[in-house]
C-alpha cells in the first residue's frame, strides 16, 4: 500500500526534493500528500508547489499567545497532517523541536535526518560541531523521532570522511549527498512494513519478494 507522507520542513527542501525523485522513480512506494513549514520563505513550500502538492505555511506567531505555545503550535500541525490523511510525518530540514503534543499524534510515524552519526553531534550545526571536535569520520543518520530531541532509535546510517581541508559547507555538502540516499531507502523499509524494532534496536525484515537476498546495509561506510 503506498504510505501517505506528510513533510515538514523549514529551508531548502533538498531532502524532500530527492524523496519526490525517489517516489517519481519508483524506488519509493508513497506518495507526499502535503508540506508545511514554519517558514513562509522556505523554498521546500515552493518544490510543493511545482509539483501540486499542498504547501502549507503555518506561521507559529499567533500560537505564541497560547499558554504552551509550542503544544499548541504542535496541535495545529497535528491537524493540518491528519486533515490531509497523513500516515506517517518526514521531518525534512524541520529546525523546530517537535513536542510531545505532535510525537503522540503520530507514535513510531516520525522520521528524521540529523548531519551527524548520532549519538554524536545532536541538535543545531552537527557539521561545524564534528569540525571543531576534529572527528575524523561523520555521516548522517535517519531515525525515529521520539520524545527527546535526535535521542530516537536509528534506522540507518552512512558516513563521509572528515578532511583536513574541510569547511563547514564542504563537509555539509559531502554529508548532503549521503542524505539523499539514506531518507528515501528508510522510507522504504518503513512503507513495506520491513522496519522491526526490540528497545532501541532497529533491524530490517528481508523484503517478501527477494528471499535469499543478502540483508539490507544499515551502517553504510
Ligand atoms: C540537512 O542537512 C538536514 O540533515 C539538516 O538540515 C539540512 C536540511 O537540508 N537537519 C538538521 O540539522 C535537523 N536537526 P534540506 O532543507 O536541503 O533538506
Known amino acids: 500500500m503506498t504510505l501517505a507522507l506528510g513533510v515538514l520542513a523549514s529551508g531548502r527542501g533538498s531532502n524532500f526534493q530527492a524523496i519526490l525523485d525517489a517516489i517519481h522513480k519508483g524506488t519509493l512506494d508513497a506518495v507526499v500528500k502535503v508540506v508545511l513549514s514554519n517558514k513562509s ?16 505555511f503555518l506561521d507559529p506567531k499567533p500560537f505564541a499567545e497560547s499558554q504552551d505555545p509550542r503544544d499548541a503550535y504542535d496541535r495545529a500541525v497535528g491537524q493540518v497532517l491528519h486533515e490531509h490523511g497523513v500516515e506517517a510525518v518526514v521531518l525534512a530540514g524541520y529546525m523546530r523541536i517537535v513536542t510531545p503534543a505532535l510525537v503522540r499524534q503520530f ?73 539523499h540516499v539514506a531518507f528515501p531507502k528508510a522510507l522504504q523499509w518503513f512503507a513495506q512494513g520491513r522496519l522491526a524494532r526490540e528497545g532501541r534496536r532497529v533491524t530490517v525484515l528481508p523484503s517478501r519478494d527477494r528471499e535469499g537476498e543478502a540483508p539490507e546495509r544499515t551502517n553504510i561506510l
Open 41 to 56: 520563505s522556505a523554498l521546500a513550500l515552493e518544490r510543493g508547489r511545482t509539483h501540486r502538492i499542498p504547501s502549507i
Open 107 to 179: 507514535p513510531w510515524k516520525i522520521f528524521n535526518i540529523h548531519p551527524s552519526i548520532l549519538p554524536s553531534f545532536p541538535g543545531l550545526h552537527a557539521q561545524r560541531q564534528a569540525l571543531e571536535w576534529g572527528a575524523k569520520v561523520s555521516g548522517c543518520s535517519v531515525h525515529f523521532v521520539t520524545e527527546g530531541v535526535d535521542e530516537g532509535p536509528v534506522i540507518i546510517q552512512m558516513t563521509v570522511p572528515v578532511l583536513e581541508d574541510d569547511t563547514e559547507e564542504s563537509l555539509s555538502a559531502r554529508i548532503l549527498e549521503q542524505e
